[in-house]
């Protein structure tokens, strides 16, 4: 497992308790689980997610990774609707291992309320979180 | 498990060892007032020549399929098992009701019920099925569980009232005391579901469909699917007569979303009504939505394969609060007899065995009608069907169990009362020609 500091834990997203990250990308904001997440469950063999149009509270359960140490839930950073589910991970759940930020984005969701963003973490106070 | 009594000697030995002068100080800190004065009122101990010969006489009082020409099915059928189905099973390496529970250790068990469930999903046209669950209706039951947890809305599944009463009677067990709801499709008098009244039918999260019926009838699989499709509903077929698929098209190329039904016609003696086996079968797209659990295929580090619980059941393990289900438990002994069972035959015999069932029913039926008995229901049927009697018919056939060791029918009254004066009747391979001549010259008369 890596150490702390050495996490890629990119600057322009934001973070919650849970280990999702998300991020603004135009109407929508995109979500996924951050490195620390994908590090500690390790090799991710099955990631369920929910349909497309479903709405969420933030901080709803949203669906579940399971790896073969365990299956975690995962909650949503905002509230909102999904928008789009990243469906290649039906067949290549790792690329939650191998890019958590990028091919192995979870769901983009069509914010209720933007504003929200404003009380997730940024990098320095996620790192701070994990440092405890 | 073994029952071995202590001697005198042995429980002395451990007196010793507890500090106690005799047995009775060893239970004296129960309370007096709970300990039973007169002690246990059984019999005196018997020899075994003596409790053998007792046993013998009240087995004597059954009255067992074998012994007997059966022309009932109505869930449990009289289907031949080849001789190396009870030899394999007997085998202590199989001879154990559950998947073990440090399952990777036993190898032949898990590949025994890996090939199981391969032949299920043939058998039923499906994707995946799982590694068995106590019979067809607590497999309806888990069918309707499904339906119910993955639809958003609605909260009521729709059952045929020509599905199996007894599975009818299981489903409503496990949905009364919850917040969901089951209702029933009525049928026609053609002896099938009134699909019309389905299609009235609003908000529903499972429609089930027995086929063929419980009065023997092959029910229109294909228009229940399109009103599933219709209502966004999920679509559940059942069966109590496994031995059908030999020869029917198979509800997952008709479409079904899940298929739940009991597999005692695949090498499971009647045993008196149980135990069964229930078989549960889904799309991949159901795959982590069904309990129980799921035996797969891979290989070790040097490449040779294995066979490991892919899908071990939440219900035992982790997430318990996530559980699909409140069972945990399988039939692991009745999958493997099944999976022995159609090994054996293969597709091949399945299918020839089937079409056996079909052309004597066929005879049996066209024997009674010639015997005076009139056909209920002018509808396809596979190895069972429904006859209007005549007058004085119960007795006669009483006559006959007693008698001539004949069963002929059951009597239909007490599942539907509307069907008041009608027998349904079932012909397996078991019976012969001979047997359907002297029942009908019997039924004549």
């Known amino acids: ?132 | 498990m073994r029952y071995l009594p202590h001697t005198k000697e042995d429980i002395q030995s451990m007196l010793e060892v507890t500090g106690h002068k005799t047995l009775e100080n060893l239970f004296d800190s129960i309370p007096q007032d709970l300990k039973s004065k007169n002690g246990i009122n059984i019999p005196e101990a018997i020899s075994e020549w003596d409790l053998n010969a007792h046993m013998e006489h009240l087995a004597s009082d059954n009255i067992a399929c074998r012994d007997y020409k059966c022309f009932i099915g109505a869930g449990s059928y009289d289907h031949y098992i080849p001789a190396i189905v009870p030899y394999l099973i007997s085998r202590s390496e199989f001879m154990t009701a559950y998947t073990p529970y440090q399952p990777e250790i036993s190898q032949g068990t898990l590949q025994g019920i890996y090939e199981f469930q391969t032949m299920v999903t043939h058998l039923l046209g499906m994707d995946i099925a799982t590694a068995s669950h106590y019979d067809g209706g607590t497999a309806l039951a888990e069918a309707a569980l499904i339906s119910l947890r993955t639809h958003k809305t609605a909260n009521t599944v729709a059952v045929s009232r020509l599905t199996h009463p007894s599975h009818r009677q299981i489903v409503d067990t496990y949905l009364r005391p919850t917040q969901f709801k089951v209702i029933e499709i009525p049928c026609t008098e053609d002896g099938i579901t009134d699909l019309k009244a389905l299609e009235a039918m609003e908000d529903l999260a499972g429609i089930c469909v027995q086929s063929p019926n419980f009065l023997g009838n092959i029910e229109d699989l294909e228009k229940v699917r399109q009103i599933a499709t219709d209502k966004k509903a999920m679509m559940v077929a059942s069966f109590t007569e496994a031995m059908a698929y030999g020869l029917l098209k198979n509800p997952g190329s008709l479409g079904a979303d899940i298929v739940a039904g009991e597999g005692q016609s695949l090498g499971i003696s009647k045993s008196f009504g149980g135990p069964g086996l229930g078989l549960l079968a889904g799309t991949k797209k159901q795959m982590r939505n069904l309990p129980g659990r799921l035996i797969g295929k891979t290989t070790d580090v040097k490449g040779r394969p294995g066979y490991v619980l892919t899908l071990a059941t939440r219900e035992q393990h982790i997430r318990r609060e996530k559980a699909s289900s409140n069972i945990c438990s399988n039939n692991g002994l009745c999958a493997m007899t099944a999976g022995i069972y159609m090994a054996t035959v293969g597709k091949i015999g399945m299918r020839k065995i089937a079409q056996l069932n079909h052309n004597k029913a066929i005879y049996l039926k066209k024997t009674l009608i010639e015997s005076g008995l009139t056909p209920a229901f002018d509808v396809p049927f596979f190895n069972e069907f429904v006859m209007k009697v005549p007058e004085g018919f119960d007795q006669m056939r009483r006559n006959l169990i007693e008698e001539q060791c004949i069963f002929a029918g059951l009597d239909l009254e007490p599942y539907y009362p509307e069907l008041k004066g009608h027998y349904l009747f079932c012909a397996t391979e078991t019976v012969s020609k001979e047997d359907i001549d002297y029942l009908a010259k019997e039924v004549q008369s």
């Open chain 1, 1 to 132: 497992m890596k150490e702390l500091n050495d996490l890629n834990l990119p600057e322009d997203v934001r973070y919650t308790e849970d280990h999702e990250w998300t991020k603004a990308s135009g109407d929508h904001v995109i979500v996924g689980i951050s490195d620390y997440a994908q590090d500690q469950l390790g090799e991710i063999v099955f990631v369920e997610l929910p349909e497309v149009g479903d709405s969420f509270s933030q901080g709803d359960e949203f669906g579940s990774v399971e790896s073969v140490k365990a299956v975690s839930e995962i909650y949503l950073p905002i509230s909102g609707e999904i928008a789009e589910i990243n469906e290649s991970l039906e067949d290549a759940p790792e690329l939650v291992n191998e890019s958590c930020y990028e091919k192995g984005w979870l769901v983009k969701i069509k914010p209720s309320d933007a504003s929200q963003m404003d009380n997730l973490m940024d990098k320095t106070a996620y790192l701070d979180m994990l440092k405890g």
